[in-house]
């Protein structure tokens, strides 16, 4: 049994396990891997990419999702008790909650595996499943120059998680007071994409819109970038915001290709955990 809570507690080779396991799921290996089994989600009821592609990943490989609203581990009951009766029944745990601390507590006392699928400090499988679409195109993806446009939060902090494992080399373009720690910062756009080979972005919080103005990604930013770059911006991404309209209706635009990942990634994170 293993968990996934930070990309961090990985070997690269556990990456590339999950990696191959994908791989795999297209030969049918995997058919009817969770008949029997019940999955347990907790999802906030905004959660659109990541709850779909885990549910229908679920019943791809046989298994019966359950899904409860976050907040339910919320209420007075001590999660060591709400563990202490999920453990007969259910046979994984799937948690998106703002609270990291909450997953890691969940994971001390579950018996089943459980699955971090996103938190206010990261979202490993989110990332996974983007490193996973650039291995399908890029000849050694771990040799990309990768430069993050956007605050310090979760998808910021969970490719620096990603850069620690598999040694990425990692930039962030931002403004000033919003950096992230143990990173290379730069303020202006057309300075930081320059040498890059895959452009990253989260969405602002709308206070933060006008210390951003210097870091927007257009297509003319993304022409200096290195040849072949691409554009990946973690949805929900905002046109004329950290993303221009242009940039998203240009060939470096790889955002929908890649998230069609997400379900075959995670899957393979099913069954990594379970094996």
């Not at 709850?51 to 209420?75: A, C, H, M, N, S």
């Not at 990261?122 to 996974?128: F, G, K």
């Not at 890029?138 to 990309?144: H, V, Y």
């Not at 950096?179 to 994409?193: K, L, P, Q």
């Amino acid at each position: 049994m293993k968990n996934l809570i930070r990309l961090t507690d990985l070997q690269p080779s556990e990456i590339h396990e999950i990696f191959h396991i994908a791989d795999e799921l297209d030969t049918g290996k995997y058919n009817g891997f969770l008949n029997g089994k019940s999955v347990i989600l907790f999802f906030p009821a905004s959660s659109i990419r990541t709850r779909v592609t885990f549910e229908k990943g679920i019943y791809l490989l046989g298994g019966q999702p359950i899904l409860f609203p976050t907040d339910t581990l919320d209420k007075k009951e001590d999660l060591q008790d709400v563990c202490g009766y999920l453990n007969h029944w259910a046979d994984i745990l799937i948690v998106r909650h703002k609270h990291i601390y909450l997953i890691e507590q969940l994971a001390q006392y579950s018996k089943v595996p459980v699955i971090n699928a996103m938190t206010d400090s990261n979202h490993p499988c989110e990332i996974l499943s983007d490193l996973y679409a650039l291995s399908k195109i890029r000849t050694d993806f771990t040799k990309d120059k990768y430069l993050f446009c956007g605050r310090s939060g979760n998808i910021g902090l969970a490719w620096k998680e990603a850069s620690e494992v598999m040694g990425l080399e990692l930039s962030q373009c931002c403004a000033a007071g919003y950096e992230m720690d143990g990173v290379s910062v730069y303020h202006d756009i057309n300075t930081a994409v320059r040498g890059k080979d895959i452009i990253c972005t989260d969405s602002l919080p709308a206070d933060a819109l006008n210390d951003f103005k210097d870091c927007q990604v257009t297509r003319a930013v993304m022409e200096l970038a290195n040849k072949n770059a691409v554009l990946n911006p973690c949805p929900p991404f905002y046109r004329g915001e950290e993303v221009s309209d242009d940039a998203i209706r240009s060939d470096y635009f790889v955002g929908y290709e890649f998230k069609k990942r997400l379900l075959t990634v995670q899957q393979a994170v099913l069954i990594w955990c379970m094996s």
